[in-house]
């Protein structure tokens, strides 16, 4: 097709004279040169530190061979791109030159100034793309035609036999600043197009029907010229990450790695350029000398009007500014639409959590992750097959939508945002730690007080198109990283202990870990009592694919006011120091120190499942549920001992007196479903009801606290008359009970003695406590078992209780170990401090 004639014969349909256009015109639009210019190596480029920049780590999972087929499929992907690419600008610069002749006319569509904005710098990166297209190509080809004799194996690092492209990409990189016009004039461009198109039908004819023959098919794609000029600013982000791909399959032994390593650095260098150059272009005078920047931005979940829409959030100097994405139709490009926005002065901000989600909604995400885990599975087995790299793409393009699917309906926590003028707007996150990072940010900028400059909302929202350029904001909630660093498998979570409150505070840990979102990667443990060092010892543990990172944060539960976060961290996880067994921890979290436990063991994750009901705590096996909580102490039991000592030692009855059977229900029904809900509940019933909690998990266990087998041996030491041989007697027996039992029982009975020194208040004393928990925690075994005589009603009462009051008597009770140890393995009993 010759593109200039079929331009020329499409205005003179129009009734547009065109100028006969001659050879010196030519040139001067297209500045065509003979001769290549010469590429000179930086001096420093063979002494490159790899860690001047960020670079992507090489994988180590694989041969150099298979990294080099791997490489040879990511070039032949570049080479793809590269002729679409070429494609388009060839029909971006298909009426250049004829505009440019009508210009000298009496009736021009363009003036020559506008010609020469609208195709500013296009011709010189379309030369600029033909050269590395064709060079990249040839070496490509001669690689791929080259095949040994036959009967020899391919020797890859035979210089003869590598496929050398690091210089070409090197080239193209050094002529990268071309862009730099580009973007700088892009704006103005635009702004011609859009203006030539309203007032001119000539031009909107011409300009809504650019023309894009896809190749073999032989079909053609319809492009506005608006679209066509977006082009080259999505392709120079794509640099980047092209780069960037084809050094992870580049072998460090690999004579392109280096070039290839410069390649990446200059065109990041050139990108945050640009992005600084733009930051400056939306820069807006404040007062006091300040400037509207641009601080912060994100995609979150908009649940003001009570449904969930997917927004991208910018947070200025002096306001927020809500938009959302809008795609367009195929060859147009993506805008942004203006929601709302708010000013930061006097912004007020409260946050909480929501309550269990609906069924339906559990269903739903379960739906999305079993799908998102089958996705992914293709990926990684596409990834090593023949399919071709398209497969990859698209199926990668439906993981993201899946992604999406799930960043709008997993959320948890509200962000509400009041404004002093009336107006409110609720934002929804997955994560705590990310909606503390927002209220962080949006807190400290609302408190200087800052004067809003009404803003140019037209102008602000479409500047968002070059933020999403320069920027790229993940759409997603989190992205695995295929490295051999990152964790798949099961990680556990010790929360022991922290300290350093300033003041008594309840205080719970949010625990996050990142990777893939198949599995649930955040939880909580329940709250402590109110005190000064709070202490969990709880277990938590998290099914992760890609995990690199473990985020935590200190909370201070309030009944009035919002929870406050009292410090955050961020800590590396390293499956090599963790793959041994329990590695304790010691991080700084703020002003608060905080001990934990980790342990990873790596195996190969099974699909995602339903959600499943935790296991009852009530009528379940003691040792059942103290497995379940990872501790030989069960937390309900724990939880509510630490509740009666923190509010209840001077409640006179305390364990005598009945709570509310309705309300002591509630709480056992809780503590069957969900452990945070029963705690926070605990935390404000009266506290006969936690007494009367405890009482009922012991009295409803199938089998006794101590086992029923003792009962007659215990029975039988009663009768020894010298009370210090009857207590080592008795002290000695205990010791045969599984562990759990007795360091549950033990626990309680150090709970008790400190009850009862509070007798002259709370009028219990160890003969009042030892008649309410002797007949539930210890019950003779069932008539007809065993040699042992039965024994009746009045006996088994006296026996019981007279066992627990002897056991309370004891001034040498061994100390109770609460959790199981986390720090006694082999090789993990360091403690690191971070």
């Known amino acids: ?122 011709p010189e990166l379309r030369d600029m793309h033909q050269s590395f297209y064709s060079d990249l190509k040839a070496r490509l080809n001669a690689h791929c035609h080259t095949d040994p004799a036959s009967g020899e194996q391919r020797d890859m690092n035979h210089t003869d036999s590598e496929l050398m492209v690091g210089e070409v990409f090197l080239k193209m990189v050094n002529q990268i600043g071309l862009y730099g016009g580009f973007i700088q004039n892009y704006e103005d461009a635009v702004e011609v197009v859009r203006k030539c198109t309203q007032s001119d039908p000539r031009f909107r004819t011409l300009a809504e029907s650019m023309m894009l023959n896809n190749g073999a098919d032989k079909s053609r794609t319809k492009y506005t010229f608006e679209a066509l000029l977006y082009k080259p600013l999505d392709r120079v982000t794509k640099t980047t990450l092209v780069l960037r791909d084809l050094l992870k399959t580049t072998p460090a032994e690999h004579s392109d790695y280096v070039a290839l390593q410069e390649a990446l650095r200059l065109s990041r260098s050139f990108l945050s350029g640009v992005n600084e150059s733009s930051q400056c272009k939306r820069d807006v005078m404040l007062s006091h000398g300040m400037r509207r920047q641009l601080m912060r931005d994100g995609f979150v979940v908009d649940g003001t009007d009570g449904e969930r829409n997917l927004r991208h959030i910018f947070l200025y100097t002096d306001l927020l500014l809500c938009v959302r994405l809008k795609h367009t139709t195929r060859g147009k490009q993506d805008q942004y639409r203006f929601c709302w926005y708010l ?31 089958l996705l992914r599975q293709q990926i990684r087995q596409q990834s090593r097959g023949s399919r071709g790299m398209s497969f990859v ?67 602000l929202t479409s500047a968002c198109v070059k933020l999403r350029m320069t920027q790229q904001p993940p759409l997603q909630i989190s992205r695995a990283v295929e490295d051999t660093e990152s964790l798949c498998g099961t990680l556990r979570v010790a929360i022991h202990s922290a300290r350093g409150l300033q003041q008594p505070a309840r205080v719970y840990v949010c625990v996050e870990v990142d990777g893939c979102d198949f599995y649930d990667n955040e939880t909580q443990t329940h709250s402590s009592v109110h ?60 002003s608060l120190e905080l001990t934990l436990s980790l342990k990873y063991s790596h195996h190969r994750l099974e699909p995602p499942s339903s959600t499943a009901s935790p296991l009852p705590v009530f009528s379940v096996p003691i040792e059942t549920v103290a497995q379940q909580d990872g501790v030989l102490v069960p937390h309900v039991v724990r939880c509510c001992v630490e509740e009666v000592e923190s509010r209840g030692m001077d409640e006179v009855g305390i364990y005598r007196v009945s709570g509310t059977s309705s309300e002591i229900n509630a709480l056992k029904n809780a503590f069957n479903s969900n452990l945070r809900e029963a705690v926070t509940r605990l935390r404000s019933v009266d506290v006969n009801n936690v007494s009367g909690v405890l009482k009922l998990y012991f009295r409803e266990l199938p089998e006794p606290l101590i086992p029923a087998e003792l009962f007659h041996s215990l029975a039988r030491m009663l009768d020894i008359q010298d009370k210090p041989s009857r207590l080592v007697s008795m002290l000695s027996l205990l010791q045969s009970c599984p562990v759990t039992n007795r360091h549950t029982f033990i626990y309680l009975m150090h709970h008790l003695q400190r009850v009862s020194e509070k007798e002259d208040v709370n009028k219990m004393s160890l003969m009042n406590l030892a008649t309410v928990f002797g007949p539930s925690l210890l019950r003779p075994p069932v008539a007809g078992q065993g040699d042992d005589p039965a024994v009746n009603i009045s006996q088994e009462v006296v026996v019981q209780v007279q066992v627990v009051f002897c056991y309370l008597q004891c001034n040498n009770l061994p100390e109770a170990q609460i959790s199981v140890p986390h720090d006694t393995d082999a090789e993990d009993d360091e403690t690191t401090h971070m």
């Open 343 to 373: 000013p930061l002065a006097g912004l007020k901000l409260h946050w909480s959590a929501d309550q269990e989600r609906p069924s339906d909604t559990h269903l739903r995400l379960h739906t999305i992750r079993s799908k998102m885990y």
């Open 393 to 459: 793409a698209r199926t990668k393009k439906k993981l993201e939508q899946m992604d999406l699917m799930l960043l709008t309906y997993s959320p948890l926590y509200r962000l509400e945002l009041h404004s002093p003028s009336g107006k409110s707007h609720t934002l929804l996150l997955s994560s705590l730690y990310e909606l503390e990072e927002w209220r962080e940010a949006i807190h400290k900028l609302s408190a200087d007080n800052i004067e809003t400059v009404p803003p140019d909302l037209l102008t």
């Open 531 to 590: 005190s000064l060092n709070p202490y969990w010892d709880q277990e938590l543990s998290f099914q992760v694919d890609g995990a690199q990172n473990l985020r935590l944060l200190c909370v201070s539960q309030s009944d009035r006011r919002d929870d406050t976060v009292l410090g955050k961290t961020t800590f590396k996880l390293e499956s090599k120091s963790l793959h041994n067994g329990w590695r304790r921890q010691i991080l700084q979290l703020g």
């Open 1 to 122: 097709m010759d593109v200039y004639q079929d331009a020329v014969q499409y205005l003179q349909s129009e009734h547009v004279p065109v100028e006969v256009e001659t050879a010196v015109l030519v040139e001067d639009v297209f500045h065509e040169e003979e001769e290549e210019e010469e590429v000179v190596m930086p001096s420093y480029l063979s002494s490159l530190q790899e860690e001047s920049i960020d670079l992507p780590v090489t994988p180590t999972s694989c041969s150099s061979e298979e990294m080099l087929e791997r490489r040879l499929l990511v070039l032949k992907g570049i080479v793809e791109s590269e002729e679409v690419y070429l494609r388009e600008l060839e029909v971006l610069l298909m009426p250049m030159k004829a505009l440019r002749a009508s210009a000298g006319t009496s009736q021009p569509v363009l003036s020559s100034q506008q010609v020469h904005t609208v195709f500013y710098q296009v």
